[in-house]
């Protein structure tokens, strides 16, 4: 994992989630078994999920109010499991959540236990079923909650507050009907510690299972644009992909981090075939923990992953991660211009 600065910060006042504050919501089309149809030239039916909007939310700019308000509203059931959790709001509304009937059950990751284990024994403590990951899996890193088996978030972002204010994520609220079963289907063996074989809905991709499938099958289709957002730049796999899409002629941007050096030996490469990158790099100021992958933006083939894996042989095929590729015009949109911003702001590697 990268080396994420450890700073303290205050925490930015949660802004209130509406559309007139930049959520994008959208339609999402799938990974699942249409969206292999329509790879293999099949004529298929629309996803399920096109009648569901998916929402977007884009830190640090607009706060967690929206995850909040979800647990919030919760009336059955909260599932979520959380490579790191510290955020007091959020682990006391899990706790009244579980004091009005709710059941709230959580995975922590195990290897994470000294940042979570306040949280972990507060939870416990207050009428939530809190557990540590399993050891199948080198880090549970998914990001991800369930509220009333109706509602999933899939995001980037680690519920810990002290990075809010600086940190470059990315959320999506999701209802479509497939991708919920599935999760919650993954959550119940993985709280518990039973093996399973996840299934992907209409939108999601899985670590260990098929993230670097999927994510290879995104980038390899490109054939306009490909815009990268990656913490880490470490799976060769990968990098060989990006440099392929460029050396083909897709026009190849890269917005990541590279504190320290870390990533040196990868942007010279990358740049090398023409891939633009723009990093930042301090170990106390912005930081890029988005990772997301949007191909083909202002055609009519364009789509998006956004999820917690990163470009690396641990996250990609050792730890459980949960991402998904959506296609509607709202979210490719938000994502474009905030990306544009932050390719701007950027030191440019040269």
């Given at each position: 994992?990268s080396h ?6 205050l ?9 007139a ?5 959208t339609a999402s ?20 999920s096109?009648?569901?909007a998916?929402t ?7 706060g967690f ?6 647990i919030?509203?919760?009336?059955a ?9 510290a955020?007091?709001?959020a682990e006391?509304?899990l706790?009244?959540a579980?004091?009005r009937?709710?059941?709230?059950r959580v995975i922590?990751d ?9 949280a972990?024994?507060f ?6 079923s ?13 990001k991800?909650?369930?509220i009333d ?6 995001m980037?972002?680690n519920?810990t507050?002290?990075y809010?204010p600086t940190s470059?994520?990315?959320?999506v609220?999701?209802t ?5 079963a ?6 119940d063996?993985d709280?518990?510690?039973a ?6 809905g209409d ?16 980038i390899?289709g490109?054939?306009t ?9 470490s799976d060769?796999?990968i ?6 899409a460029?050396e083909?002629?897709?026009?190849v ?5 590279n504190?320290n050096?870390?990533y040196?030996?990868?942007?010279t ?13 301090s170990?106390a ?8 992958i ?5 055609t009519?083939?364009?789509?998006v992953?956004?999820?917690s894996?990163n470009?690396?042989g641990?996250?990609l ?6 991402g998904?590729i959506?296609?509607?015009p709202?979210i490719?949109?938000s994502?474009a211009?905030t990306f544009a911003?932050?390719f ?5 590697w040269?």
């Open positions: 994992m994420r600065r450890l700073a303290s910060f925490l930015l006042t949660a802004a209130t989630v509406t559309a504050t930049g959520i994008a919501a089309a799938g990974t699942g078994a249409a969206a292999t149809a329509a790879a293999a030239g099949g004529t298929v039916a629309p996803p399920a096109a009648a569901a998916d977007l939310f884009t830190e640090p700019d607009q109010s929206a995850v909040y308000g979800l919030d509203g919760a009336t059931s909260i599932d979520m499991t959380m490579y790191e959790l955020d007091t709001t006391q509304d706790a009244a579980a004091g009937g709710v059941r709230v922590l195990r290897r994470e236990e000294s940042k979570n284990s306040a972990y024994q939870l416990n403590a207050n009428g939530v809190a557990v540590w990951s399993s050891s199948a899996y080198y880090y549970t890193h998914e991800s909650l369930v088996g109706a509602t999933a978030v899939i980037t972002a519920l507050s002290v809010y470059r994520d990315f959320g609220i999701d479509d009907p497939a991708d919920i599935a999760t919650e289907a993954v959550f063996a709280f518990a510690g093996a399973v074989t996840p299934g992907d939108d999601l991709v899985w670590s260990p299972t098929d993230s670097q499938a999927h994510l290879l099958a995104l390899n490109a054939t644009s490909l815009r990268i957002y990656s913490e880490e730049m060769t796999t990098e060989n992909a990006l440099v392929s460029a083909r002629g897709v026009d941007q890269v917005v990541g981090e504190e050096g870390e040196d030996s990868a942007y490469t990358l740049a090398g075939a023409g891939v633009q990158i723009s990093y930042y790099s170990p100021g912005f930081y890029i923990h988005g990772k997301v949007e191909a083909d933006y202002g009519a083939a364009a789509k992953f956004i999820g894996e470009f690396s641990t996250s095929n050792s730890n459980r991660e949960l998904l959506v296609a509607g709202a490719l949109s994502i211009t911003t932050d701007s702001n950027g030191t440019r040269s």
